[in-house]
């Protein structure tokens, strides 16, 4: 599976950003997906996860009514809508892919495919 995250950019605190993160493969709808960002000096964290069918989801707490994940499996994207965007946010984003047969899960080293991250700068 090879991924593409797209929409990152520059805006001001308050305001949103929609990331995309966009797959191969006709098997994308079996992967579960995440979310995850990493701030200059920071560790990496997960920040949001969806299992196969989009039933299952989950949220870091820093985001957690602010932020949405999504799937659209017949467009093979992952979605993160970004509202109420703070400083603290700002970070590179990355997509990923869990490793396959596993159908919803937080942990990191259970990804297996990751894209090559988006940038977020949210200005004060």
């Known amino acids: 599976v090879q991924l593409q995250a797209l929409g990152g950019g520059l805006v001001q605190a308050g305001g949103s950003l929609r990331l995309s993160c966009v797959g191969s493969?006709?098997?994308?709808?079996?992967?579960?997906m995440g979310w995850f960002r990493q701030a200059p000096g920071k560790e990496r964290e997960s920040v949001a996860a969806i299992g196969w069918s989009g039933g299952s989801t989950y949220y870091a707490d820093s985001v957690k009514g602010r932020f949405t994940i999504s799937r659209d499996s017949a467009k093979n994207t992952v979605y993160l809508q970004m509202n109420s965007l703070r400083p603290e946010d700002t970070a590179v984003y990355y997509c990923?892919?869990?490793?396959?047969?596993?159908?919803?899960?937080?942990?990191?080293?259970?990804?297996?495919?990751w894209g090559q991250g988006t940038e977020v700068t949210v200005s004060s």
């Open positions: 990923a892919a869990a490793r396959e047969g596993v159908p919803f899960t937080t942990h990191d080293v259970l990804y297996d495919y």
């Open positions: 493969g006709r098997t994308f709808s079996s992967y579960a």
